[in-house]
């Protein structure tokens, strides 16, 4: 793969540098604080951002009154601006992960009757797809799951500054055992399936609009893209699907589906039903703690990649192997 810094321009260059060694900068002081205090400055850099981000602001507070819309205006800003501190506090839970003697379920416990259903959804032999959200220590959640003795294997968007991928995210998962696979690499669909025939989970987050094979069905009650590789996948491959949340409370985990005889050539109809209740099981978890999405971002947009996406996922496969473009 081509190096993607050989394309930037000057401004992006000091743009994408300064970024890059503030980021070390942070890693290096998150080694030396207490726990506490990376939590403090998460939160106080998530006002800071709410206050000076006026897009970002506006788009959360639409975003807000949108999908929850029995919340007055001033109740939708409150919400966002939460938002946006409760997400830094999570970004310094986050950096808390590459501590060396971090365990992921110091903050995020996995109670046994919570592991039991992930643990009875796994013994059926065929992995388990697992589909989470942006949605509290989601970072965290993958690495409980590991301790816990839970294989992970999970496609990931590669960060646009190999730097950042090298420095942040590739040695957040590879330290607590997560596998991580670039989305959009050649070998990623195959590498799934292989990861579920040796009985592993995969897991996926599917709750932004991305660059893949979507459909546009409800989330939050409102029309919006949703990619449906996870669900293509549990089709073909007869997988059981579960939704694992990272709560305040802890880890949970809701079965939606039990495990089932392949089907090489789902139906459309199928895809988007299995979608629209993966939707509905995060929807749900978002509504019970709001304040810990992501909603700055264009969750809901009508855009022409999405119906592309959806055009190229429709069109019936040959083989039970998904493209790189529908996971």
């Not at 604080?33 to 403090?40: E, K």
């Not at 139906?267 to 019970?288: G, P, Q, W, Y």
């Not at 264009?298 to 592309?308: I, L, M, N, S, V």
């Amino acid at each position: 793969m081509s190096d993607p810094r050989t394309t930037w321009s000057r401004a992006q260059r000091i743009k994408n540098d300064t970024i890059y060694y503030l980021a070390r900068l942070a890693l290096a002081l998150a080694a030396r604080m207490p726990r506490a205090t990376l939590g403090v400055i998460g939160a106080f850099i998530g006002a800071t951002v709410h206050a000076l981000a006026g897009g970002a602001r506006s788009m959360a507070r639409a975003n807000v009154q949108r999908a929850l819309a029995a919340l007055t205006p001033e109740q939708a800003a409150a919400l966002s601006r939460r938002a946006f501190v409760e997400l830094g506090r999570l970004l310094g839970d986050t950096l808390a992960l590459l501590r060396a003697d971090e365990r992921p379920s110091r903050t995020l416990p996995f109670a046994d009757d919570e592991r039991a259903k992930l643990a009875r959804a796994r013994a059926a032999g065929r992995g388990v797809v697992l589909v989470t959200a942006h949605l509290g220590p989601w970072e965290r959640l993958a690495g409980v799951l590991v301790e816990h003795g839970f294989p992970l294997t999970t496609p990931v968007r590669a960060s646009y500054d190999p730097r950042l991928e090298a420095a942040v995210h590739a040695r957040l998962r590879a330290r607590h055992g997560v596998h991580a696979l670039d989305r959009d690499a050649a070998t990623t669909p195959i590498a799934l399936l292989r990861a579920l025939k040796r009985g592993e989970v995969v897991g996926m987050l599917i709750d932004v609009s991305t660059r893949v094979a979507s459909a546009r069905v409800p989330f939050l009650g409102v029309p919006a893209w949703t990619p449906v590789g996870p669900a293509r996948l549990a089709l073909r491959t007869g997988a059981p699907v579960v939704v694992a949340i990272a709560t305040r409370a802890g880890v949970t985990v809701r079965p939606i589906r039990d495990v089932a005889e392949p089907c090489t050539r789902p139906t459309d109809d199928a895809v988007e039903a299995l979608t629209m209740a993966l939707n509905d099981a995060l929807s749900e978890a978002i509504r019970a703690e709001p304040e810990r999405w992501i909603w700055m971002h264009d969750r809901f947009g009508d855009r022409e990649t999405g119906a592309r996406a959806k055009a190229l996922d429709l069109a019936a496969a040959d083989s039970i192997e998904p493209s790189a473009g529908e996971i």
